[in-house]
């Protein structure tokens, strides 16, 4: 065959090729099992969760940094993940990481990103309390509690939440008068954000969404009745997963204690309601389950030994 | 924006055919202007109407003491895609013909950064920029043939020249309604010049060929002190002195020529060089008034002062002699929507070159600029995009016929599409 042919040869083949890959790959598209719209709408309702979620653990782990002790975070993980399967809502994604804070806290971002403090984990006294703990974070994320919260406000609340952080952000008037209007997302930056700019509230982006969702975590909190959910199934999860009931109990007491010793405000004190009126609460969903009869684990021994590797720079441990 | 900076490129052609001659006193960068290029991305748009505002990267050049005033940690660039210039010499040529000379080109005018300080110390601000003070690039080729006596002119020049400073500053907030800041920058000047000239007449010296050469480079440190003052929430008065001065300055000149009269060839092939052609730096004081009148809208001015500064060089002798300037600058800025304000500037560049007399010869061009800016932008809660223009037009006096005290009208325009991002985290 000479050099002509063999080149009509081989570009007729690559032509060949080309299409039936095209065809293939195409039919391979084409199977792909398509979604209904009410399907489509929770894809993209999980999608926007997390996205947000991501943003504000983003903005956590910025403001606080991660502590960085991999067998600790492990252990918390590991903790978490645990009590979340014994949830209502197992199938979810969670995500457990410490924060390198002082302060006594935890957070719940959507789409399941679950942040303690190294405080909290220094002023814990065993894994049950840990546990219930982060079963109350974890309620919070399968109860979309934040999410739904940012989605419902009105056009209103956002503007009042915007000015009131703007506002908090440039305390001194002549800071105020120098702010400029906050420009608005954009929905063509992101396709999640159209989404929820198509949901029933204000209309918020991605970006928007987890500002705001800062400001309930660290300065207005959630509404009361949320928190006291989270608490009433947290202690139910930890219980589910063979923790001691009464363990968030006698965290919240101990909390209390040395709160009232070091005359202590935190920001959660802020966001979260009364330690009394939160323990009513756990008494309660304790009495209806009739905790009193149920022996659960403490796990103080396996607690202490992860522990150990905690650097401990505060002054006032909850002991 | 660029300005005319070959004013001094002349080629100096006498009105009497016979004595055509080819002269240079040839190309600076524009040292004579001060606002040919507007800094940063939302002071371009006000016009450099800045320093009563001056609480982003752009502080460090038009007040520090205004970095005080930050919202937020900051990073910001301006990219200009384009510039523009076109100069008219009217009936410069041979006093019957206008010479134009065109330039355009793309330069970077402007990046920063800004960082709050406040775990060093509560109210304290740090800034950093590297800004365009004025660029040029010019591929510039003239030809002329047959114009009476003059059967060919043909002319070249090229043209690479900039002036860019790097500087840091630091703001302070004293109290509430004050910030006072320091800046210490570097300025470099970096010129090249190269113009190849050729005439043949009929008459007279019938040939004459000329090359020049000119190099300008200096670097120097320029020491800023800025207040910002709010007399009330909604107003606040800047105010910002400069003063720098040179630590090394080599200029070089080199005229080749070589003229044929009546089959007499003259060759005399020159080289000059000066330690000292642009003097000090002059003395740079601003000073600007800022009116918060609401969210949405923003009102500005500016004036600024910069002190009269002789060349002394025995080289160079008066071709870098600046007068006193004194610019004007307004601004305004309004939100249309949340996302999209609309800047608007206006604002002189004048000229410190002192203005041509009839009485003397060989004198650098004078053109006086006024210049617009209108820019829109595209504002995100962490961000904002800006594009626009700006636009100077320039009237002035020429003297480009060597040894003829005749003065020629300049007419100029000049203009910038301008595209600028800001990031606040």
Known sequence: ?319 | MKMTRDHRLIYLIKKSIPLLALVSSAASADQMHYRNVITGERAQGLGGAYTGVADDASGVFYNPGGLAFAQSNDISGSANAFYSKKVTFKKAFLGVSDFVEESGGTFAPFFGVMQKLGKVLPGLVGGFAYYTLDTELKDQDDLKTNLGALQRFHRAANIRAATFGATGALGYRVSPSLGLGLSFGYIKVDELTQVSQNYTITSGPNYLAQSVRESLIAHGAQLGFGVQWAPSAQLSVGATVRSGSYASQKYSQVVDKVKVDAGVIDASPTMANSDNPLGSMPLELRAGVAWFASPRLLLTSDIDFHEAVADTSAVTKTLYTRESVTNFALGSEYYMTASIPLRLGFFTNYDATPTPKTSKIGQPDHIDYMGTSMFLAWAQPNSQISAGIVVQKGTGKSQKNASDSSLQDIDALAYTLGFSATHSF
């Open chain 1, 1 to 319: 065959m000479d050099g002509p042919k063999l080149i009509a040869l081989a570009l007729l083949t690559s032509v060949g090729l080309t299409v039936a890959c095209s065809a293939w790959m195409k039919k391979e598209a084409t199977d792909e099992p398509s979604l209904s719209k009410s399907e489509q709408l929770i894809l993209d309702d999980y999608k926007a969760e997390v996205e947000v979620g991501r943003n504000m653990a983003g903005r956590l782990f910025t403001f606080y940094g991660e502590y960085q002790n991999e067998g600790l975070k492990s252990y918390i993980n590991s903790v978490g993940q645990y009590v979340a399967r014994n949830g209502d809502y197992p199938d979810r994604r969670y995500m457990f990481s410490v924060l390198d804070s002082d302060s006594v806290n935890a957070f719940a971002c959507p789409g399941g990103y679950i942040l303690v403090t190294r405080g909290l984990l220094e002023s814990a006294a065993n894994e049950a309390e840990i546990a219930a703990i982060l079963g109350h974070e974890a309620a919070h994320v399968g109860k979309k509690h934040m999410f739904n919260s940012l989605r419902a406000m009105s056009k209103e609340q956002v503007e009042k939440a915007e000015s009131e952080a703007a506002a908090r952000k440039r305390p001194d008037k002549y800071s105020r008068a120098r702010l400029r209007p906050v420009g608005d997302n954009s929905d063509s930056g992101s396709a999640l954000a159209k989404f929820l700019t198509t949901a029933s509230g204000a209309g918020i982006g991605i970006l928007q969404a987890a500002k705001l969702g800062m400001g309930l975590l660290l300065e207005k909190g959630l509404d009361k009745d949320l928190e006291f959910e989270a608490d009433r199934e947290g202690v139910k999860y930890a219980i589910r997963a063979g923790y001691d009931p009464k363990a968030l109990d006698r965290f919240l007491e101990r909390l209390a204690e040395t709160k009232k010793k070091n005359n202590d405000k935190t920001v959660m004190d802020v966001t979260h309601p009364t330690i009394p009126d939160r323990r009513k609460v756990i008494a309660d969903i304790l009495n209806r389950m009739g905790a009193d009869q149920i022996v659960g684990a403490v796990g103080k021994d396996r607690f202490e030994a992860a522990r150990a590797s905690l650097v401990v720079k505060g002054k006032d441990k909850v002991k």
